[in-house]
């Protein structure tokens, strides 16, 4: 079957642009995850939702950032007012979810951001 | 504050050999830990989850050990072959049951 899918794959942009990056999760998973990847770096969690819950924004570096999830399935990460340090890979991943248990997270090939 | 610490240089070793990573953590009592494998230019791939019950977890060439007094886990790959060659990293769960977080990684390269 499919996997987690994410659009666009690279995308450069002028400094100052507002960007939205895209993430289409496995069917049938509730919980979503967006990480950003620094070149040598870990990863960095940004946002997690799951189910119909208030999304667990925590992770977000300042309020340029902002996620969506509709429908409970598709998710869109939102950057506004972009600055070179926002340059890096933005992963998102998807998982099962169990109150029980603990599952696994299947992640897209990311999306590469330029900040020019 | 939660620390976690993998193995910041690479690690080299020959075909066929032994490899174990280590991954190391601070300041908190995860209930499980998973590793992935991340090749370059993609996402990470899960490989292993190990819960605090448990002291091994194998899979294939793969062995996962969880030391909840050392706060430590190793990783180990038998009879490692080149094409094992890729970043490993470390996930303790943190902040909640479906949360995890991710160590910096460690660089394995297996040599022909």
């Known amino acids: 079957g499919a996997g987690v899918s994410q659009s666009p794959s690279n995308k450069v942009t002028e400094k100052g642009k507002d960007v939205e990056l895209r993430c289409d999760p496995i069917?049938?998973?509730?919980?979503l995850y967006w990480y950003r990847q620094s070149l040598g770096q870990g990863l960095e969690f940004l946002i997690y939702?799951?189910?119909?819950?208030?999304?667990?924004k925590s992770g977000l570096p300042s309020d340029r950032f902002s996620a969506e999830r509709t429908g409970g399935s598709v998710s869109t990460l939102t950057i506004q007012r972009t600055q070179q340090e926002d340059s890096a890979v933005y992963l998102c991943?998807?998982?099962?979810?169990?109150?029980?248990?603990?599952?696994?997270?299947?992640f897209g090939d990311g999306t590469r951001l330029s900040i020019l | 504050s939660q620390k976690i610490e993998q193995n910041s240089e690479a690690l080299n070793i020959q075909e066929g050999k032994t490899a174990t990573l280590t991954c190391n953590y601070t300041?908190?009592?995860?209930?499980?830990l998973q590793w992935y494998r991340q090749d370059p230019g993609r996402g990470p791939v899960f490989l292993l989850l190990?819960?605090?019950?448990?002291k091994e977890k194998r899979k294939e060439r793969l062995k996962v050990t969880f030391d909840t007094t050392l706060k430590q886990s190793l990783f180990h790959i038998t009879a490692s072959q080149p094409a094992d060659s890729a970043t490993y990293l470390c996930?303790?769960?943190?902040?909640?049951?479906?949360?995890?977080?991710f160590g910096t990684g460690t660089k394995l390269q297996v040599i022909p």
């Open positions: 996930a303790p769960n943190s902040g909640g049951y479906q949360k995890v977080t």
């Open positions: 939702f799951q189910g119909n819950s208030a999304p667990d």
């Open positions: 190990i819960r605090e019950n448990e």
């Open positions: 300041n908190y009592s995860p209930a499980y």
């Open positions: 991943a998807s998982s099962l979810s169990s109150t029980y248990s603990n599952q696994p997270q299947h």
């Open positions: 069917s049938g998973h509730t919980a």
